[in-house]
Antibody, heavy 124, light 107 residues
Framework: QVQLQESGPGLVKPSQTLSLTCTVS??????????WSWIRQHPGKGLEWIGY???????YYNPSLKSRVTISVDTSKNQFSLKLSSVTAADTAVYYC????????????????WGQGTLVTVSS | SYELTQPPSVSVSPGQTARITCSGD??????AYWYQQKPGQAPVLVIY???ERPSGIPERFSGSSSGTTVTLTISGVQAEDEADYYC??????????FGGGTKLTVL
């Protein structure tokens, strides 16, 4: 079964770029059929969708974060990555990666499974 | 921006039925999904496409939809069901949206 694992620095300085990688095991990103997503959760708060990517490189971002987000894919490593620029303390959160499933029409998406999450703190 | 509204908390005694609602204007046109999140753990999908149950999820979890409200029902609640529950859907442009979450307390 597919498993996802996030990795990256747990501490990022304000104004810098947050970079995380999600490694997928038990299945190939390049086999198609799924998007791959990043979602975050501020401490003690709810969930916020960041964006997702297809193995071909097509991306879809949350409009509220679009100007600062880049999601990329490396099929040779079976990984996809998140970059969030110009971070502030408001970007402190647990960041999750997840596989995206879609309805037949492709207009509805949901997330299963999720990685365990990684806490990123923005602080000087 | 589009919002999904959930009650902050629901309390129920063991063996009783818990109902958690999620309201949103686009729900008549968009499927809803439900996730269970226990402390320190990642969310787990418990209902997809309004009422479908993934394999491995107990039958006591069910979902329904009526107009602008979807409902997650947990029948015969067990202590292990105590968790935060989030609904998820999308707006008319396809932007994914999560509800604010509901803390289920098993008394």
């Amino acid at each position: 079964q597919v498993q996802l694992q996030e990795s990256g620095p747990g501490l990022v300085k304000p104004s810098q770029t947050l970079s995380l990688t999600c490694t997928v095991s038990g299945g190939s990103i390049s086999s198609g059929g799924y998007y791959w997503s990043w979602i975050r959760q501020h401490p003690g708060k709810g969930l916020e969708w960041i964006g997702y990517i297809y193995y071909s490189g097509s991306t879809y971002y949350n409009p509220s974060l679009k100007s600062r987000v880049t999601i990329s894919v490396d099929t040779s490593k079976n990984q996809f990555s998140l970059k969030l620029s110009s971070v502030t303390a408001a970007d402190t959160a647990v960041y999750y990666c997840a596989r995206v499933l879609s309805s037949g029409s492709g207009t509805s998406h949901w997330f299963d499974p999720w990685g365990q999450g990684t806490l990123v703190t923005v602080s000087s | 921006s589009y919002e999904l509204t959930q009650p902050p908390s629901v309390s129920v005694s063991p063996g009783q039925t818990a109902r958690i609602t999620c309201s949103g204007d686009a729900l008549p046109k968009q499927y809803a999904y439900w996730y269970q999140q226990k402390p320190g753990q990642a969310p787990v999908l418990v209902i997809y496409k309004d009422s479908e149950r993934p394999s491995g999820i107990p039958e006591r979890f069910s979902g329904s939809s009526s107009g602008t409200t979807v409902t997650l029902t947990i029948s015969g609640v067990q202590a292990e069901d105590e968790a935060d529950y989030y609904c998820q859907s999308a707006d008319s442009s396809g932007t994914v949206v999560f509800g604010g979450g509901t803390k289920l307390t098993v008394l």
